[in-house]
């Protein structure tokens, strides 16, 4: 890998890891617990529509990582990596099919299918099915959250050019 692709890299990782943590320092937007918008997903959508899948994978990674360091709180660490991972998978495989003209839906999908990871690896950790009651409060707030991050990464793909995105 090219000094300059690491770079980069590293760059949209600082960028997705600082949008996380001021995302956290904000006030919750309902007193349900892991409900959050996930703004950090707007740099993997970015990096999805300017660059490659292995590119916004390795971001990913490395921001779910970095944060879960920085929380201290390595049990998140489980739940973000597999939420992360099947977000990922969904959003990368809708893409090529659908293209950024359809980044919300994709984001939405994407948001849905975050839930569903951090669902499978609750029901893992915990040994309980009672945790799938929490199921229709995630997929309406995955639905939201979804279609507002995937609003804000298709308004700055409109404003922004791929030179000045990515710039390799």
Known sequence: MKTKHLTILAMYTTIALT???????LPTLTPLPGIKLGLANIVTL???IYATKRDALAVL??????ASLLAGQ?????YSLIGGLFCFL???????LLGRKYIVFISIAGALFHNLGQ????????RSLSILAYLPVLTISGIT?????????HFASKKLRKD?????
Do not use: D, H, Y
């Not at 990674?61 to 970095?66: E, G, H, K, P, T």
């Open 119 to 126: 669902i499978v690896t609750a029901v893992a950790i915990l």
């Open 19 to 25: 949008i996380f943590v001021v995302e956290s320092l």
């Open 46 to 48: 970015w990096l999805l």
């Open 74 to 78: 390595m049990i998140s660490f489980a």
């Open 90 to 96: 969904a959003m990368a495989a809708l893409f090529p």
């Open 145 to 153: 959250a979804g279609a507002f991050t995937g609003f804000c990464a």
């Open 61 to 66: 990674l490395m921001r779910i990582v970095l």
């Open 164 to 168: 000045q995105v990515w710039p390799l």
